[in-house]
């Protein structure tokens, strides 16, 4: 053996890998290609890349350690694990050629290659229990990442663990030449149907490429002569055999190189524990769920979604809102949620209406507008009626039960109900308005020449907050429900309010509100002008029933954040499709 070991490091056959130890008895061997995960940082964000380096690194490990574990069951031997760019794969010390084996051998060898792909369905079972458990998505997508692996494995063509199981059993009564040609026949037939149905992304033709070259790869296995075949395998083992001798015997192969692949892998395994305990710990107590709306990539429309903590489980509500930018807006009680549910925004002439569905997505009742156009929605305290506004015909009242519509109001929009439903605030042209749901009873709280807008009441009714310019410049003033004693909220660090997005918390202590030039920021400030600061990006925010957290997104972010009030602390709860402009937090 020492005069092979020589051989091979002269001929530098095993400079692209390195040892990294032992695992169950078995030399695990990584080959730097894996370190090119690493360039999709210019495409990925940091964190969600070594999240998924981590995955992968642990899922093709586990894979591979069930061919070898397998393998020695079954009376195969031992062999060699190595982690490289596509994957891994393991090489039993006693794989001999195959045209050399008996048909018990092919059978055991087919039963080692399935094990692999088993093993990751029975990972994606066991982090679905977790995500369940946790209610964390990031779980979720490593299931899903789990199961995407062991069907991509299972493809007959190639050297995948599929196309290795139909060559073994196949060649017991066909010759494994036509086996292995036709699995590479197949693989330019998936390559082709992958092609056909792409939309020419990047990814798309990666995976072209991939099969067209497990395709070509098989092709030219059917060529080789027995012979060939059973020097190429003999070959393969001499030189496991070699490399696992050489990082045993020197340290060229576990030296210096092998301890910074080391110190790199921990830290990612670390880093990524690390964070999902984070997150768990910080959300774990995340209250209620998360209403919004996304496009469906299966049918092109608009649905209503309700998300669970930390973005699982999320059910596809039975509602269908209007496909319109702006014509869906929806607030929510303990109880229900309503939102516009028209789904033909072609035909512009035709009267919208509103669905009102419980909390868990069932519908409850359906409102015919008689409008064409919807701006808000607010829901009564006691869910018996329904506030609504629209561009042109002012605030209308439907009453849910009897779904009987009336208007109060000629002209603004419905900003909310006062918490004994006694009364109505509506953002006039420039003016806080209050009336009785009845419209019998408008009065003009502000009554000043500034442009006052987006009011918000206690949730005690004493008093309602607003945004007004009447100093020249948007601000946040405070005043009695009557409109007397309006007091300007002094900002300490003089942030730039907009007319956009008041929202008070449930706890009555804090204000979210536009901010910065252009509203691409979230604000929040204490009620008496303290502790303000720039939240997050985004357009639209909601804060969680218990106050504690704060929901956030915005066209530019493609995605639902969940922030603690100081900012201190953020998880993506859900990637979107659609650019959605509205969250309702449900208790």
């Given at each position: 053996m020492a005069e092979k070991t020589v051989q091979v490091q002269a001929d530098e056959k095993f400079n692209e890998r390195v040892r990294l130890g032992t695992v169950a008895g078995l030399p695990l061997f990584f080959n730097y290609s894996f370190l090119l995960w690493f360039l999709f940082i210019i495409f990925i964000d940091p964190i969600k890349l070594v999240l998924f380096v981590s995955l992968l690194f642990f899922s093709v490990l586990i894979h591979e350690l069930a061919h070898a574990l397998t393998s020695r069951y079954l009376g195969l031997g031992s062999g060699t694990l190595t982690i490289w760019f596509l994957g891994g794969f393991f090489i039993p010390?006693?794989?001999?050629?195959?045209?050399?084996?008996?048909?018990?051998?092919?059978?055991?060898?087919?039963?080692?290659?399935?094990?692999?792909?088993?093993?990751?369905?029975?990972?994606?079972?066991?982090?679905?229990?977790?995500?369940?458990?946790?209610?964390?998505?990031?779980?979720?997508?490593?299931?899903?990442?789990?199961?995407?692996?062991?069907?991509?494995?299972?493809?007959?063509?190639?050297?995948?663990?599929?196309?290795?199981?139909?060559?073994?059993?196949?060649?017991?009564?066909?010759?494994?030449?036509?086996?292995?040609?036709?699995?590479?026949?197949?693989?330019?037939?998936?390559?082709a149907a992958v092609f056909v149905s792409i939309s020419f992304s990047g990814a798309h033709f990666g995976w072209v490429g991939f099969l067209i070259g497990m395709g070509i790869g098989a092709i030219n296995m059917a060529k080789k002569t027995d012979e060939e075949l059973v020097a190429e395998s003999q070959k393969t083992m001499d030189r496991e055999l070699a490399i696992t001798e050489t990082s045993s015997l020197t340290k060229e192969a576990s030296g210096l190189p092998s301890m910074i692949v080391k110190t790199v892998l921990a830290n990612l395994v670390i880093f990524s524990i690390g964070y999902l305990f984070n997150?768990?710990?910080?959300?774990?107590?995340?209250?209620?769920?998360?209403?919004?709306?996304?496009?469906?990539?299966?049918?092109?429309?608009?649905?209503?979604?309700?998300?669970?903590?930390?973005?699982?489980?999320?059910?596809?509500?039975?509602?269908?809102?209007?496909?319109?930018?702006?014509?869906?807006?929806?607030?929510?009680?303990?109880?229900?949620?309503?939102?516009?549910?028209?789904?033909?925004?072609?035909?512009?002439?035709?009267?919208?209406?509103?669905?009102?569905?419980?909390?868990?997505?069932?519908?409850?009742?359906?409102?015919?507008?008689?409008?064409?156009?919807?701006?808000?929605?607010?829901?009564?305290?006691?869910?018996?009626?329904?506030?609504?506004?629209?561009?042109?015909?002012?605030?209308?009242?439907?009453?849910?039960?009897?779904?009987?519509?009336?208007?109060?109001?000629?002209?603004?929009?419905?900003?909310?109900?006062?918490?004994?439903?006694?009364?109505?605030?509506?953002?006039?042209?420039?003016?806080?308005?209050r009336t009785d749901p009845l419209g019998k009873d408008v009065r003009n709280l502000t009554n000043n020449s500034a442009a006052d807008v987006l009011s918000v009441s206690t949730h005690d009714g004493q008093y309602i907050y607003f945004v007004s310019d009447r100093n020249g410049e948007y601000g946040l003033f405070r005043m009695d429900r009557d409109g007397s004693n309006v007091n300007k909220i002094v900002l300490e660090n003089e942030i730039h309010v907009l007319g956009l997005g008041l929202r008070l918390s449930p706890d009555d202590t804090r204000l979210l509100f536009s901010c910065s030039d252009w509203g691409e920021s979230i604000c929040v400030v204490k009620v008496d002008g303290t502790e303000e600061h720039i939240l997050a990006k985004g357009y639209v925010a909601t804060w969680s029933p218990d106050s504690k957290y704060v929901a956030v997104t915005g066209s530019h972010q493609g995605a639902i954040f969940i922030v603690t009030p100081d900012g201190k602390q953020s998880v993506r709860l859900k990637n979107l499709v659609f650019i959605t402009w509205d969250l309702a937090w449900l208790p």
């Open positions: 010390f006693s794989e001999t050629a195959l045209v050399e084996m008996s048909t018990s051998q092919r059978i055991k060898y087919a039963f080692m290659v399935l094990a692999g792909p088993l093993s990751n369905v029975i990972l994606a079972g066991l982090f679905i229990l977790l995500a369940y458990a946790t209610s964390m998505n990031l779980l979720y997508t490593a299931a899903q990442f789990n199961l995407s692996l062991a069907i991509l494995n299972l493809l007959p063509v190639g050297y995948l663990d599929g196309g290795n199981i139909v060559r073994y059993l196949g060649s017991i009564v066909v010759d494994w030449r036509k086996i292995v040609h036709y699995s590479g026949i197949l693989s330019f037939v998936l390559a997150q768990y710990w910080t959300y774990k107590d995340l209250p209620g769920r998360i209403a919004f709306i996304d496009a469906n990539k299966s049918d092109h429309r608009l649905h209503l979604y309700i998300t669970g903590k930390l973005g699982f489980p999320t059910i596809d509500a039975d509602g269908t809102p209007s496909v319109s930018y702006t014509n869906f807006s929806y607030l929510t009680d303990p109880r229900i949620i309503a939102f516009q549910c028209d789904s033909d925004s072609s035909a512009r002439q035709k009267r919208t209406s509103i669905c009102i569905d419980d909390y868990s997505g069932e519908r409850i009742a359906k409102i015919a507008t008689g409008v064409k156009e919807l701006r808000s929605l607010a829901l009564s305290p006691d869910a018996q009626k329904l506030a609504f506004s629209t561009p042109q015909e002012g605030v209308y009242v439907a009453d849910i039960s009897s779904g009987v519509v009336e208007q109060i109001h000629t002209e603004g929009d419905v900003a909310a109900w006062s918490p004994d439903g006694s009364y109505i605030l509506i953002n006039g042209k420039g003016e806080i308005l």
